[in-house]
């Protein structure tokens, strides 16, 4: 199978948040699978594994793009995993990778995007972001308090903050997108009921036991305000520059391929290519050719 006859059963368009529309989560299928097989999925997954290496390597020689991979999704749906699989055959060298947890007291003392801009890949690198700056318009929207230890201008904290962060993370990336960093943005979209088994797998099983949190099952307290938030950044901040991705987690299999086929298709639509040397250059390599052929022993 190739990624072409994948694209036919695919239905991407199905998991792309339309730029202007107003979506509702109930609209998305966590469970969805595209009538794949877990064991077609994993032989395509390897298949695109080779496949992003290719268009990784001519990214890191053409040194003028940068890729951000923005992945948000709630607890055990599956971002750890995504990234080990969907990545595995990258060069180390060319992909970086950020977890942000709860901002330090450092970082509280500087801009929500400060230490965004910090890890922001090179050209030429793929840059991951385990959750992101979306943070700041969903944790913090369920959990208001949360702007207290932020610091902010008493005019800043007021019922248009949110709609205010929502045009800054706009224009942010759009800022990005302008100066060749490529911003694709995905949710991987569990349901409640899948999320509970993943929760019980992680305390049954001790070696996975240290993944999970009591806090994990207080946050999940607080599902449906999560869901509105997310319904309203999707509403909000998915652009034509940055449009956002909403995958099926319910089925780990597929979100990997899914998830590996949108960086594949944006990585191939860059028209990428590796560096056309200079006639003096290609002469240089001539003669250093001629050297290492005429070298004796």
């Known amino acids: 199978m190739s990624y072409a006859d994948f694209l036919t059963r695919l239905n991407p368009k199905a998991m792309i948040v339309r730029p202007g529309a107003k979506i509702k989560m109930r609209d998305f299928d966590p469970d969805y699978t595209g009538n794949f097989q877990k064991s077609e999925a994993q032989e395509l997954l390897q298949i695109g594994v080779k496949e992003l290496a290719k268009y ?3 990214l890191y020689a053409q040194d003028t793009y940068a890729l951000l991979i923005i992945l948000q999704a709630l607890d055990a749906a599956g971002k750890d995993g995504t990234i080990k699989h969907v990545m595995s055959g990258i060069n180390p060298q060319g992909c970086q990778v950020f977890s942000f947890k709860a901002p330090s007291a450092e970082e509280l003392d500087h801009d929500y995007l400060w230490r965004s801009f910090k890890a922001l890949p090179e050209r030429g690198r793929i840059g991951i972001f385990n959750r992101s700056y979306y943070e700041e318009v969903l ?20 019922k248009h903050i949110w709609q205010q962060r929502f045009e800054e993370i706009n224009n942010f990336e759009k800022y990005l997108v302008n100066n060749g960093i490529i911003v694709l943005k995905f949710f991987l979209n569990v349901s409640k009921e899948e999320q509970k088994k993943r929760f019980l797998k992680r305390i049954d099983l001790p070696e996975k036991n240290w993944k999970f949190s009591i806090s994990d099952v207080k946050e999940r307290q607080f599902w449906d305000e999560y869901m509105q938030a997310y319904e309203d950044v999707f509403n909000h901040t998915s652009t034509e520059w940055a449009p956002w991705h909403i995958i099926p987690a319910d089925h780990k299999w597929f979100t990997r391929i899914a998830v590996g086929y949108f960086i594949y298709d944006k990585l191939k639509s860059l028209n990428l290519a590796y560096p056309k040397v200079s006639e003096e250059h290609y002469a240089q390599l001539l003669k250093a050719k001629e050297i290492l052929e005429t070298e004796e022993g």
């Open 56 to 58: 990784q390597d001519i």
């Open 139 to 158: 944790v913090v929207r369920v959990h208001p308090e949360l702007l207290v230890k932020q610091k902010l201008p008493p005019p800043t904290k007021d």
